[in-house]
């Protein structure tokens, strides 16, 4: 692959004839599926690694000999230049850092963030949503649900589907934009009953409160709210499972009736803004085999918690094309490491963030930890959200006691300690190369998802749909039986907004469309 460094991170190199895919020469899709895998083969013990275990496992003497001094010397500004193309004041990166990171970045799918002019962080309110619709809703998903709720109802008119199933709904904020907000009809599906009689208390909160002013333009017709589960191998008239945790919530009966599509006989629209782990492929699953569903819009989350062994189907890997290509298998790790937000940890470098030291906190804690009990290795200890603000001695008392270790037997001042501190620069520039590998596993994963649905004739593609900046899993992946040019050109129906030029921008540049 052209531009993968030599001298990797791995002892032995494998040859391009070792990592080709089998067969005749493939599509756009497949070859950047091939090269993903050749790249992160090649550094795939950068990827596994835990950044806990840097002083344990000697993780930085790991690093390519020639990469040690650059990263070693370079500052934290730096280090967001070469996450972000450039090498930042006074930098000189060796050759090949530099080449894994082109590679890097050039293998990831276009996330749609036109640095600078992106704010670093959402407003306190979005405009563009009626304020009955903002009760309740953090800003970052007032952000999500207005881009996702005007591409649906996009969807809603290239295909005349004016019912949605939106699952793993949770509190409804997205569904009641798009019932009160959109006018469309709206059945909410969500595992916990407890969110699901959550979401029916705020609807009729706002019902009264529309009673009162009568707002415009919402619409007085809530969504239906359903407590239950996906059963990914179920027909699709028979999808749904008990809610979670049992008794939480009566499971209604499945209102979207048998394979002609709802109760009432319409297709329908499914959506799942972050469904989590393996929901997203089994919505995938659904829509490929259930005529009644017309598209899909799905924004997945949560990569680690997806299926990998053989089964049927799994959540990971979902197509036959990707299947197929030797090295194809991700670890729990690398599932990890490709939900992590290298926006924000960007920003986190440049503003020189405090929040940097809690991944040297945590590295040295785990040193503690298995020095004294050696059993003991990578608990999931969660000191506080604060804990970065802590000195060293407090967040390493917190978090030994949680670890069920007296910490007045372990020595917190001692000079191996202090030296083990000293190093955080090291610990910050080696989360900074994993940071880089992210987008592309990432990218892997939904190529994965984008080739199932082209493996079986489906119009497909991946939008840039929220600023990355504040939320990070922004692609959305769209599925329909029909081309998909109409529902992603540009709405002009509803004049020209700021927020309508936002959302023509996010959707710009996108991956995977089908010709017509």
Known sequence: MPGVPAGPVTSRVPGRAAMAAPGPPQGPEQRRAADIIRLLTLYRPLLDAFVIDFFTEDLWAQLPAAWQPALASATPVQLAGLLGGSGGPGAAWPLSLLAFAAAA?????????????????????SSGLHPLLRRHVKPKKQHEIQRLGKLLRRLSRATGCQRVVDVGAGQG???????????????????DGRLVGLAERFDRELLRELGKARARPLTPRAPQHVAGRLDPAAPWGEFLLPPDP???????????????????????????????????????CHFARSPAVAA???VGCCYMKLSTAPQQPPGYPLSASVAALPGHQLS????????????????????GSAQLRAHCYRAVLESLIRAAEPAKRHLGLQPGRRAHTLSFPQYAQLGLSLAGLDPAGVPLDSGAVGAMLEQQHKVVAFCTLGQLLAPAVETLILLDRLLYLREQG?????????????????????AARTPLDTALAKDTEDGHSSEDEELEEAESPREGQNPQ
Do not use: K, M, W
């Open 246 to 284: 049992p008794g939480a919530g009566p499971a209604a009966r499945n209102p979207l009736g048998g394979p002609g599509g709802s109760e009432d006989g319409e297709r329908v629209l499914v959506t799942g803004l972050h469904a989590c782990g393996d929901l997203s492929p089994a919505l995938l």
């Open 173 to 191: 904020h997205l569904s009641r934009l798009l019932a009160f907000g959109l006018g469309l009809g709206v059945t909410a599906v969500e595992s």
């Open 296 to 298: 899909v819009a799905l």
């Open 105 to 125: 970045r050039a293998l990831a799918f276009p996330r749609g963030c036109p640095c600078p002019p992106c704010p670093p962080c959402p407003p306190c309110q």
């Open 332 to 351: 729990y790790r690398a599932r990890e490491v490709a939900c992590h937000a290298l926006e924000e940890y960007q920003g986190r470098l440049r503003g």
């Open 458 to 478: 489906f119009h497909c593609a991946l939008v840039p749909l929220f600023n990355p900046r504040f939320s990070p899993r922004n692609l959305v992946l769209v």
